[in-house]
């Protein structure tokens, strides 16, 4: 679950030592107030930079990764798995929700003190991370229940908000707004901030995030509305502020914004595939020292992340089971495979695809999309398609229920089986924004404000990310002649290219209004039927599988495959889309009604 980790990070940790004594002098310890202590530009800084560390970070994977969603072939009983199957329940607590609020008062703590501030030295570029910070918690709110209370003051035990109600997701957005406004006016562009404080929020990330808000606001008010808000007295937060006319001014300015971060931000795609065999896609999510890798690549070539956690071998490592975690519990579902395009362009059902078929495992990787390859290839020696029998874990036989392994955020000694890093030291950062989802922003923002976009809008965006994975520019007349929907390819390169970073897809399906019906379906594992698993017991045992196998609509038609989930034990529905409010938290308060359905 989420907690709050006072941990610094390693860009400020020259600092924080060189205002050591500042603690120091102030004594006696005992009398340490935030009173006392927010007279200096120096205490803001320090205090600001505390709330990088109240970010997600590799220890919320369960959330985090897209574990439990229709792209996983991954089955447990986690808190995801359990919440895409529609049996999520109101619980006492969610740290999800209190450790938000915890991170929040402090912030709130910092802006309040900020306003009494009358030092010489200049404040106004904490003052404006925190704001991205408060803005940074309340999406993560919004997102996960809805409407909740807005508290952007310090609260005691006598304050009269700590019994308020709900206000409305409408109301939080306005909020969230507002502080990325001021946060976008007082933050130094990313080319100002100095080598030693890369890693933290620069004007261009306040950009990329309120695009993000914006674009997410406004597509959940054209496609789901008020559906989820109930009616702000026996249920939910209710629809206060909710105005649809403000779905296209929101539209147009994530358009905006995300074309001054692509045109001024300086960030490039890390594309490095003519001296990594194409697996670009695989080294910049494990990117480390000059070991991570056979071209000797480290950090500092990195300049397409935006917004990210930074960690470090000597500072900050993760602390968790990275490499083990995402290795097991994002294994790709069969849609997940079959999303992938096919080095033609085209979806692999289409007859001049190219499509090789399922007949053993290496076939299906042939003249595919290179995220496919950096993404699943053996998840030890990188870069070598699986194959029974240079990977014994392709068979299933109780094992593995899928016939995948996943490697993204994998970290692995290029062609040995050794770690890169032993396990919980793994240290490479966690983007939050980069600019492959900006590219993806602009495009979708485009087609749903306009029903269209242009082939020139398509190239200085979408194209961008689609030559990386090697394949062609997606044009207005191929999707023509292809009976393809534009649309429909604009989210899937979203979906593939941020596949398990964040809960992205569960709050994609959702913002789309699709989340009833893609979670809703059997999620199938490996093609039997016409393969070499078929009726070949020394690679395939069916026994193994509790839930049998179906029908799957697959690239070369209808075929049995191994079933993860069947329907009929995935009911998500329009009233999952929120997270419950903790229990705990409604029973103190009387004003604070429960999200429908729960």
Not at 63 to 80: K, P, Q, W
Not at 135 to 159: D, H, K, M
Not at 194 to 216: E, N, T
Request: hydrophobic share 35%.
């Amino acid at each position: 679950m989420k907690k709050l980790r006072y941990i610094i990070l390693p860009c400020l940790m020259v600092f924080l030592a060189s205002c050591a004594e500042e603690f120091i002098d102030l004594t006696p310890p005992a009398e340490i107030t935030d009173e006392v202590y927010f007279n200096e530009a120096e205490h803001f800084n320090a205090a600001a930079n505390r709330f990088y560390t109240y970010l997600l970070d590799w220890e919320d994977q369960g959330i985090y990764s897209d574990h439990g969603s229709d792209l996983i072939g991954y089955d447990e009983d986690s808190e995801m798995q359990v919440y895409s199957r529609g049996l999520t329940q109101a619980q006492a607590n969610d740290d999800y929700y209190s450790d938000t609020y915890e991170a929040i008062r402090d912030i709130n703590l910092l802006i309040s003190r900020a306003e009494n501030y009358d030092g010489e030295e200049s404040i106004v570029e904490y003052v404006a991370a925190t704001k991205f910070h408060r803005a940074w918690q309340y999406f993560f709110l919004i997102q996960r229940y809805g409407g909740v209370p807005l508290i952007t003051e310090p609260l005691t035990e006598n304050s009269e908000e700590l019994y308020g109600t709900r206000n409305s997701r409408y109301e939080v957005v306005a909020q969230i707004i507002t502080d990325l406004d001021d946060a976008i006016a007082g933050l130094p562009r990313e080319q100002d901030i100095a080598s030693d404080d890369k890693g933290k929020i620069s004007k261009w990330a306040a950009m990329a995030f309120k695009a993000d808000v914006l674009l997410h606001e406004a597509t959940w008010m054209k496609n789901v509305g008020i559906s989820t808000d109930g009616d702000g007295v026996s249920e939910g937060a209710g629809s206060e502020g909710y105005d649809p006319s403000k779905i296209e001014p929101y539209l147009q300015e994530v358009i905006t914004l995300t074309k001054t971060v692509m045109d001024q931000g300086g960030y490039e795609l890390w594309n490095y595939n003519n001296v990594l065999d194409n697996l670009s896609h695989n080294f910049l999510f494990n990117l480390e020292g000059s070991g991570s890798n056979p071209a000797g690549l480290d950090k500092a070539t990195n300049k397409e992340f935006i917004f990210y956690s930074k960690f470090d071998f000597t500072f900050r490592q993760a602390g968790t089971l990275v490499s083990h975690v995402y290795q097991g519990r994002t294994k790709p579902s069969r849609k997940m495979m079959d999303m992938f395009l096919t080095t033609s362009g085209l979806p692999i059902d289409k007859p001049l695809s190219g499509f090789a078929g399922y007949t053993n495992p290496e076939d299906e990787f042939e003249n595919r999309d290179l995220r496919m390859r950096s993404y699943f290839t053996n998840h030890k020696f990188l870069g070598v398609i699986p194959t029974i029998d240079n990977d014994p874990e392709l068979r299933l036989d109780g094992t593995n229920k899928f016939g995948y392994f996943n490697s993204k955020f994998m970290s692995w000694k290029w062609g040995t089986d050794e770690a890169y890093r032993a396990t919980a030291t793994e240290s490479y950062d966690m983007p939050h924004i980069r600019l492959a989802e900006v590219y993806l922003m602009y495009a979708e923002a485009l087609y749903e404000l306009n029903d269209a976009i242009t082939d020139g809008e398509l190239n200085e965006s979408i194209n961008l990310v689609r030559d990386r994975a090697g394949l062609p520019a997606l044009t207005n007349a191929f999707v023509a002649a292809n009976n393809l929907d534009m649309l429909n390819e604009i989210r899937r390169e979203r979906t593939i290219e941020l596949f398990a970073e964040g809960a992205t897809r569960f709050n994609d399906l959702k913002r789309w209004g699709l989340a009833e019906a893609e979670l809703g379906e059997t999620i199938f594992g490996a093609v039997i039927e016409g393969t070499v698993y078929e009726n070949n017991t020394a690679i395939y045992k069916p026994e193994v599988y509790g839930y049998g196998e179906g029908v799957a609509e697959t690239g070369v038609g209808e075929r049995r495959a191994v079933i993860v989930q069947p329907a009929s034990i995935r009911n998500f529905s329009r009233d999952n889309y929120l997270f419950p409010l903790p229990t705990s938290q409604t029973g103190l308060n009387a004003n604070l009604p429960q999200n429908p359905g729960y």
